[in-house]
C-alpha cells in the first residue's frame, strides 16, 4: 500500500510541476529587423514568457526618433509583415521615445493558433513612432518549446 501512496504523489507532484513550467526568452528591438529596414538609433529588449495558456511581455524600448505610437505582437515570420493580434501597453518616458512593458499589464490568453505560431517562430513584436507609422523598431520571437 506504502507503495501504491508513494506513486501516486510523485505523480501529483509531476503534474503540479508541468503545470507551472513555464519558456521564457529575450528578444531583441532594433530597427535593422523592420521590413523594409529602418535606420533608427531606437532599441530595445523584450522578454516574452509563456506560462500554461498566457503570455506575458516586459522589457523597454528606447531612442525612438519622434513619439511613441504604439507596440503590437503580429503574426509573421522575420522578413515578413503580418496581422497584429495583440497591442501591448507602456509605461512612457518624459519625451515620449522610450518606455517600458510591464508583465502584468501585457498579459494574454493563447488560443491554438497562437501556440502553433510561437512553436514555429511566426510571430514578432513592433514599435510604431510618429516618424515610423508602420513600425520603427522590431523583434522576432524565435521558436518557442512549450
Request: glycine share 10%.
Amino acid at each position: 500500500m506504502r507503495v501504491k501512496n508513494l506513486f501516486f504523489l510523485m505523480f501529483l507532484v509531476l503534474i503540479s510541476v508541468s503545470a507551472t513550467a513555464q519558456t521564457t526568452v529575450e528578444i531583441v528591438l532594433a530597427g535593422h529587423n523592420q521590413v523594409p529596414p529602418v535606420r533608427s538609433p531606437g532599441g530595445g529588449t523584450v522578454e516574452i514568457t509563456v506560462e500554461g495558456d498566457s503570455l506575458f511581455v516586459s522589457g523597454s524600448f528606447e531612442d525612438l526618433r519622434e513619439y511613441y505610437l504604439g507596440a503590437s505582437i503580429h503574426f509573421g515570420r522575420a522578413n515578413e509583415t503580418g496581422n497584429q493580434i495583440y497591442r501591448l501597453t507602456a509605461e512612457l518616458n518624459e519625451e515620449k521615445t522610450g518606455g517600458v512593458f510591464k508583465a502584468e499589464e501585457n498579459r494574454f490568453e493563447l488560443r491554438s493558433a497562437q501556440k502553433e505560431a510561437l512553436r514555429n517562430g511566426r510571430m514578432y513584436i513592433n514599435v510604431r513612432s510618429n516618424r515610423n507609422r508602420s513600425g520603427e523598431i522590431r523583434g522576432q520571437i524565435p521558436p518557442l518549446n512549450f
